[in-house]
């Protein structure tokens, strides 16, 4: 089914209310996808989407514009340039494509990820994170370098915001991403990891720890905690983690961004894994 709307109707108004508008997001369980790569990776992942818009007018759409529309089994609504300019958040410039999606707000009670025996699953946790832009980013880190999961505790960034869904690149369409209210929930998911037989500890990244991250055992399956990006690490994810390690650096910076220390984690569990698996 395909139409073609050339003003700001209420369907319009809607769609230009989850860019910035989060309670409309979650009443709705809708959010925006945008850009080739992230809409790509939610069609390979299934991901429901509930409506294609698209550009009319000139000029012609890509090839691969023309092949999502032609292929998915999905309805369609052309709307004049102007219009996909302003969903597609490029000023001047309208994208071919913006996807109309629902939102998947897994139970993390539900979440069980490895197999007992086999298995040492990672999970990252983001504390309370301030930018969509840096929960995407880590999104995508934990994607890259094979994370089980991304927990965001607190009432921190919405992944189904366009910043961080822009940010993932289609990584938050690859990896399951779950809401937690604090440190209580992700200890009980860790208790359950152990009861299943899946030996895991919480592993926060904290300037003030003692332990460098290099030094410590990531071989068995690791919750690694990134706070807050303005305050750190609280008290109660202090208390709340196994063991607390420290990213050493150099130069003048009193610590890294949230996200890169995601990275430097993430990144220090895959080689020591790959290193101690030769």
């Known amino acids: 089914m395909t139409r073609r709307v ?44 509930e409506t294609l818009l698209y550009r009319l007018g000139t000029p012609d759409l890509s090839s691969w514009a023309r092949e999502v529309l032609d292929t998915a089994d999905i309805p369609t609504v052309g ?10 958040e490029k000023e001047g410039n309208a994208p071919e ?18 197999e007992p025996g086999e298995d040492a699953p990672v999970v990252v946790v983001f504390d309370r994170p301030n930018s969509p ?20 505790t607190g009432h921190g960034a919405d992944q189904f915001d366009p910043q961080a869904v822009r940010a993932s690149t289609g990584s938050l369409f690859g990896v399951p991403v779950l809401r937690a209210p604090g440190a209580a929930q992700v200890v009980e998911f860790r208790d359950r990891q152990v009861a299943r037989g899946i030996p895991t500890r919480i592993v926060g990244t904290d300037e003030r720890a003692t332990v460098d991250i290099y030094d410590h055992d990531f071989t068995d399956a690791t919750i690694l905690v990134v706070g ?51």
Not at 28 to 49: E, H, K, M, S, Y
Not at 135 to 151: E, K, N, P
């Open 6 to 49: 050339s003003t700001r109707n209420a369907s319009v108004q809607v769609w230009q209310a989850y860019l910035h508008n989060r309670t409309k997001r979650n009443r709705d369980n809708r959010f925006l996808i945008q850009g080739v790569r992230p809409i790509t990776q939610a069609l390979a992942n299934d991901w429901p989407i």
């Open 79 to 88: 709307l004049v340039p102007e219009l996909m300019a302003e969903l597609g």
């Open 97 to 114: 494509i913006v996807a109309v999606a629902e939102s998947r707000q897994l139970d993390l009670a539900d979440f069980a990820p490895g």
């Open 133 to 152: 832009g840096n929960l995407g980013t880590l999104i995508r880190s934990a994607d890259a370098f094979g994370a089980s999961g991304v927990i965001v």
């Open 228 to 278: 807050n990006e303005t305050t750190g690490m609280s008290a109660a994810w202090a208390e709340a983690c196994d063991d607390l390690v420290t990213i050493p650096m150099g130069g003048t910076a009193s610590s890294l961004g949230a996200p890169s220390a995601g990275a430097v984690g993430l990144y220090e569990i895959s080689r020591q894994r790959r290193t101690f698996a030769r």
